[in-house]
């Protein structure tokens, strides 16, 4: 495996990631995230709207695996923000999930203005030791800035929509990350696999041994995100690991760069709140 990233707190987190969305009932989300544990991950992302933090918190103590070697991160829900709701959905969290602490907590989306005094509870739980950091998500350029003139708790993390067609409209946001020390994930990178990879994604996947999801998961990695693919299948659970014994070349970035058409899986942010 790579080195893993570093936060800006000093902590690091491992290079890739394991998401859950849509992984319901409980029990389903157990048998995943006990496969993905089993296969390697050792980031789980979930989020309280996913409605299976019991069956993630489940596996990740039955898994055997110490703790403090598993990094959880949930989501704190747009119905839940405000000072004393962050607080208590926090709390909620936590309970659902069985664990006495989170690796990552983040404001799920930059939905309404409420997100001020949730990043102020944020640093409260930080404060309280029931979360060792704190991001966001679907955060823009402004969002952030906006953030950063009213707090000097800078995330850690930024969790947004990443994939080869939505790269040019992310590029600045990437660079402007970067410029603060703020890890980007990448959520939804293999577009859910709403849209058949692209042709000359297959070629590159032909070229370098691997498979288009395994060369869109290097595409991540190598723009220095932490990509968070999701799958209930074993095969492409572990699948999804194996990118560490290749490396994209500049021509195959380039590429990948290319196929930007700016069609989202999810909202677009902007504006937004
Ligand atoms: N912060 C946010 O607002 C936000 C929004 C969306 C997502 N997320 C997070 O990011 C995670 C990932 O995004 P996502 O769930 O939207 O989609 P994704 O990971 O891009 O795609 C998941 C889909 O890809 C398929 N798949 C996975 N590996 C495959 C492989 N090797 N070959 C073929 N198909 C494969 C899965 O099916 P199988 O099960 O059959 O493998 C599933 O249908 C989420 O689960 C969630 O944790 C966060």
């Known amino acids: 495996m790579l080195e893993p990233p570093v936060l800006n707190t000093g902590r690091t987190i491992p290079p890739i990631g394991f998401g859950t969305w849509e992984i319901k009932p409980n029990q389903a989300a157990k048998k995943a995230v006990l496969a993905a544990l089993k296969a390697g991950y050792r980031l789980i992302d979930t989020a309280k709207i996913y409605g299976n933090e019991q069956g993630v918190g489940e596996a990740i103590r039955e898994s055997g695996i110490p703790r403090e070697e598993v990094f959880v991160t949930t989501k704190l829900w747009n119905d839940d923000q405000g000072y004393n709701r962050t607080l208590e959905a926090c709390r909620t969290s936590l309970q659902n999930l ?3 602490y989170l690796d990552l907590y983040l404001i799920h989306w930059p939905a309404s203005t409420r997100r001020h005094p949730s990043w102020d509870a944020m640093k409260q739980l930080k404060e309280e030791g029931l979360i060792l950091d704190a991001g966001v998500s679907n955060y823009t350029i402004d969002h952030l800035r906006e953030l950063q003139e009213r707090s000097d708790m800078v ?8 994939h080869p067609f939505i790269y040019e409209q992310q590029r600045e946001l990437l660079i402007y990350c970067a410029g603060q020390g703020i890890v980007v994930e990448a959520y939804s990178p293999l577009s859910r696999m709403a849209r058949e990879p692209h042709q000359a994604i297959h070629n590159i996947a032909r070229e370098v041994g691997k498979t288009p ?10 723009h220095g995100t932490v990509p968070l693919p999701r799958s209930t299948n074993p095969r492409h659970i572990e699948a999804n690991l194996q990118i560490f014994d290749f490396e994209l070349s500049d021509a195959h970035m380039k590429v990948l760069n290319s196929l930007s058409d700016g069609e989202r ?8 709140g």
């Not at 995330?155 to 990443?162: D, G, L």
């Not at 999801?213 to 990695?221: A, P």
């Open 265 to 272: 899986i999810t909202w677009d942010p902007e504006g937004m």
């Open 155 to 162: 995330p850690a993390v930024n969790q947004v929509e990443f």
């Open 213 to 222: 999801q395994q060369v869109v998961l290097r595409w991540c990695i190598q």
């Open 98 to 100: 069985g664990l006495d």
